[in-house]
Structures are given as C-alpha cells and as structure tokens.
Nanobody, 121 residues
C-alpha cells in the first residue's frame, strides 16, 4: 500500500501562482513515476503532468509552459508549480503513484485526498 498526502491548494487570482506538494509513504519501492490529475465539477478526472524516477516529464497541452512538475527521486515527493493560472484551472488536484512504460503513464490505484485549487478574481 502507498499513502499519498497533498497540500498547497487555495484561492488565487487569475495570473497568480500556486505550488502543490505530494508526500508518499508506505510501499514506495513499487513506484517509478508520479502524476498529478485534476477534476473540475461535472468533468472527468484528467491527467495534468507526470514525472518518472529518471526525471522525464510530460504535460497536458492545456498546461504546457505554465505548470512544472518536479520530484525527489519521483518516489516519495512530488510537486506541481502552477503559474499564470486561469479560471479553467479550477479543480480538485490529486496526486497519484504509478509506473511509466510504452511511452505512457500507468496509474496505480493509489490516490491522495485531493486539494482544491480555485482561480477567481
């Protein structure tokens, strides 16, 4: 089992920045990648960014150039720096642990509790 705890959400004005943090504990030896997802009201959960243990990152087109994912060995800590935030970035953001192969991120069924990000003036 892996436990994930997110922090860092909040209310920010359009154009502002937030930094989300995720701490993993438990059977972290099984993790070789981590990802951030988000879910807005009435929408499906979507993958925002991923990072592998080797440091390879990938982003959804909607956040490229604005968000940066980083991590400590991508095994027990992950961060999401969000700049130039827009109203459409408003969502609950979830940290996930997983694996990366065949050029794709594959999530394990380990999720944090989520942290609310609201972008509004």
């Amino acid at each position: 089992q892996v436990q994930l705890v997110e922090s860092g959400g909040g209310l920010v004005q359009p154009g502002g920045s937030l930094r989300l943090s995720c701490a993993a504990s438990g059977s972290i030896f099984s993790i070789d990648a981590m990802g951030w997802y988000r879910q807005a009201p009435g929408k499906q959960r979507e993958l925002v960014a991923t990072i592998t243990s080797g440091g390879t990152t990938n982003y959804a087109d909607s956040v490229k150039g604005r968000f940066t994912i980083s991590g400590v060995n991508a095994k027990n800590e992950a961060y999401l720096q969000m700049n130039s935030l827009k109203a459409e970035d408003t969502a609950v953001y979830y940290c996930n642990a997983g694996t990366y192969y065949s050029n794709s991120y594959h999530p394990y069924p380990y999720w944090g509790q989520g942290t609310q990000v609201t972008v509004s003036s």
